[in-house]
């Protein structure tokens, strides 16, 4: 079972990021809830590899960095990232915005 290490996630979108991909994929973990309150010190370098949050835990290894995270997961979980290899790299590179000029816009009819 992974442990997911994360803050308050009304104030820190990275903690949230993993937090909804794990749901939303029913990947099952323990939640850890460190507070913090805004303009308050956020060093959890006592308790966290990267002094931040949020972290997995998953055994041994620990992995920190909301998209590191991500990715971890996706290795052992294909839900986690779309089959298809187009929309998977569109979600770390999407098209850019439509210029009539721009050769990404060739197909466009719009």
């Not at 010190?41 to 992995?63: C, H």
């Not at 089959?83 to 770390?92: I, K, Y």
Request: aromatic share 10%; hydrophobic share 40%; net charge neutral.
């Amino acid at each position: 079972m992974y442990t997911l290490h994360i803050t308050n996630k009304n104030y820190s979108s990275w903690s949230l990021r993993p937090w909804v991909l794990m749901r939303a994929c029913g990947i099952e973990f323990d939640e850890v809830l460190h507070r913090f309150t805004p303009g308050s010190p956020s060093d959890f370098r006592g308790i966290s590899p990267s002094g931040r949050v949020p972290w997995l835990e998953d055994g041994d290894t620990v992995v920190w960095d909301s998209l590191a995270i991500a990715e971890y997961l996706a290795e052992r979980h294909p839900q986690v990232w779309p089959a298809d290899d187009r929309a998977r790299a569109w979600r770390v590179a999407p098209p850019p915005k439509c210029i009539p000029a721009s050769p990404a816009c060739a197909t466009n009819t719009a």
